[in-house]
């Protein structure tokens, strides 16, 4: 079935960047440059579900399958593109297939022969784990490289995977029979680089002599009882977490004052230190700091909240907010706010 224009316009669009790359949905523009590229032995022989010789009608079907794998969210295909000359070029593929109700997901790449050996597979992958981690549910991505592929293990392992185990696939160019490969995963923790810290002095240095990271955060609650909450961006350390409003401390800041500006600053209102009432507080210790957080409850405030820092935000009932994926040190609060409320 060919596919039409008209039909990937309709599919949510993903568009990424590197520095040498962009990454799009794939098109029926994409097609017979995909044919081209792929209809390789040297690639397909490293690729579970593409057969050799790769027909043009398969091409086809893939970007048709694409779209609507897309619209409902069950996968992701990026081409991987570039430019020569002044016009664009296809290098390659990335996809993204989500595993149902598993807050997990499975990568896979492939680049064609002729720009092997310039780092594309490397750029263009870690670009699609970083995006999806910060952006969709998920908790670990997944990826199975046959064992006689080096250079895709090389590139897994430079992007943050970990090496979890053996088996055996099914890789159909290759003919009957199961052949070795090595599995990876990698999740938030293993992509995202500790926060730009300024160690504190040594007497705020706890027992275990990690810095200690003092900030203050809020729970804005509206007239229905339900709390804002916000996921963090792409970027940031933990991207794609669920965390309250608030931030670190600046030199001479009260928890207060440190509040009615980072509220001012996330989400462009404004809030009276008199409006801030004292609930609890967190203390966790991360790999590389040890947070110390008091969290505040407001109900009142100026102005509509708005994402003004690149972050989503959204209000939520008590009882949904046990189901978003929050920072390790908000979680145990939250028990103690449905009670409350």
Same mark, same amino acid.
């Given at each position: ?31 017979? @440059?995909?044919?081209?590229?792929? !209809?390789?032995?040297?690639?397909? $022989? ?88 910060? !952006?969709?549910?998920? *908790? ?7 064992? *006689? !592929? ?9 992007? #943050?995977?970990?090496?979890?185990? $053996? ?7 290759? #003919? ?13 923790? *293993?992509?995202?680089?500790?926060? !730009? ?24 609650? /509206? ?37 009615? $500006? ?7 209102? /404004? ?30 405030? @100026?102005? @509509? ?17 046990? /189901? ?13 706010? $449905? *009670?409350?409320?």
């Amino acid at each position: 079935m060919a596919v039409t224009e008209a039909d990937t316009s309709a599919a949510p669009d993903v568009r990424l960047s590197t520095e040498r790359l962009t990454l799009r949905a794939v098109t029926p523009d994409d097609a017979e @440059q995909l044919h081209r590229l792929l !209809n390789d032995w040297e690639v397909c $022989r490293m690729l579970q579900a593409v057969p050799f010789p790769y027909p043009r009608l398969i091409a086809d079907q893939f970007i048709a399958d694409s779209v609507s794998q897309r619209l409902d969210g069950r996968a992701y295909h990026f081409a991987v593109t570039g430019q020569e000359d002044g016009r664009e070029v296809l290098v390659g593929a990335v996809g993204l297939k989500l595993l149902r109700g598993q807050r997990r997901a499975t990568i896979g790449y492939w680049v064609g022969r002729k720009f092997w050996g310039h780092g594309v597979a490397r750029e263009a992958t870690g670009r699609v784990l970083r995006w999806a981690l910060a !952006n969709l549910d998920l *908790d670990v991505v997944e990826a199975t490289v046959a064992i *006689d !592929n080096t250079a895709s293990t090389a590139v897994l392992r430079a992007i #943050g995977f970990r090496e979890i185990g $053996r088996g055996e696939e099914v890789f159909l160019s290759r #003919g009957s029979g199961s052949h070795a490969v090595l599995r990876f995963e990698a999740a938030r923790g *293993d992509l995202s680089p500790a926060p !730009n810290l300024t160690t504190p002095a040594a007497a705020a240095l706890p027992t275990h002599g990690v810095p200690l990271l003092l900030v203050a955060a809020c729970v804005l609650i /509206d007239a229905q009882g339900r709390v804002l909450i916000a996921r963090r961006p792409e970027g940031r350390a933990m991207a794609g977490l669920w965390e309250f409003p608030g931030g670190k401390l600046e030199p001479g800041e009260s928890p207060e004052e440190a509040l009615v $500006r980072e509220l001012r600053e996330e989400l462009g209102v /404004d809030v009276a230190r008199s409006c801030l009432a004292p609930f609890v507080f967190a203390s966790h210790t991360y790999e590389k700091f040890h947070l110390l957080m008091p969290l505040f409850l407001c109900r009142r405030w @100026q102005g @509509q909240p708005f994402p003004k820092e690149g972050q989503l935000i959204r209000w939520v009932s008590t009882d949904e907010l046990m /189901d978003y994926q929050m920072l390790p040190a908000d979680r145990p609060l939250l028990p103690l706010l $449905r *009670d409350l409320l």
